[in-house]
T-cell receptor
């Protein structure tokens, strides 16, 4: 199956700093990548959808200036949490899929962010 | 509105069979996915149904009835490692995935 990686897997940072998370599709070209957030014991929450070379589409309630998404190539998308605060501590997961809209989404292993 | 319903938690015995149900109401339908998520890990893909009927894949099977807005995931010969959350997700007419809250499956020896 398709492999998606994320880096870093875990990050601890001080309040006010910015954190960048990378998502890569390793063995396929992903025209669309998704960023999710999951709080403990809660379901996945879609934050944004990004297509290569265009601006990300954010879900309602997600601040685009706080969560910067860059989908620079068909294999790489980055999420930058700017001026992180303790309430941003969460499990961030990316997923990617091939070109056809009905394609399966394959998930990266996730990044656990802890903001002190 | 769009809605996916699945039980919050289920308990089953090692070696037994368990069926996890999912009902949905969405704007259009382009397929239904089941994912498995172990605690602290990202979801992994299990199955995809877009036509009515049963899809079998080893110990796991998934069933779909589009007219009833209903699917189930059937797990046979349960193993302790099957303890996880099982997520039902429906792709709507805009090819957006609508996620259920997940069913936590607890396997007891």
């Amino acid at each position: 199956g398709a492999v998606v990686s994320q880096h870093p897997s875990r990050v601890i940072c001080k309040s006010g700093t910015s954190v960048k998370i990378e998502c890569r599709s390793l063995d396929f070209q992903a025209t669309t990548m998704f960023w999710y957030r999951q709080f403990p014991k809660q379901s996945l929450m879609l934050m944004a959808t990004s297509n290569e070379g265009s601006k990300a589409t954010y879900e309602q309630g997600v601040e685009k200036d706080k969560f910067l998404i860059n989908h620079a190539s068909l294999t790489l998308s980055t999420l930058t949490v700017t001026s992180a605060h303790p309430e941003d501590s969460s499990f961030y997961i990316c997923s990617a899929k091939l070109g056809h809209p009905q394609e399966t989404q394959y998930f990266g292993p996730g990044t656990r962010l802890l903001v002190l | 509105g769009q809605n996916i319903d699945q039980p919050t938690e289920m308990t089953a015995t090692e070696g037994a069979i368990v069926q996890i149900n999912c009902t949905y109401q969405t704007s259009g339908f382009n397929g239904l996915f089941w994912y498995q998520q172990h605690a602290g890990e990202a979801p992994t893909f299990l199955s995809y149904n877009v036509l009515d009927g049963l899809e079998e894949k080893g110990r796991f099977s998934s069933f779909l009835s589009r007219s009833k807005g209903y699917s189930y995931l059937l797990l046979k010969e349960l193993q302790m490692k099957d303890s996880a959350s099982y997520l039902c997700a429906v792709m709507d007419s805009n090819y957006q995935l609508i996620w259920g809250a997940g069913t936590k499956l607890i396997i007891k020896p």
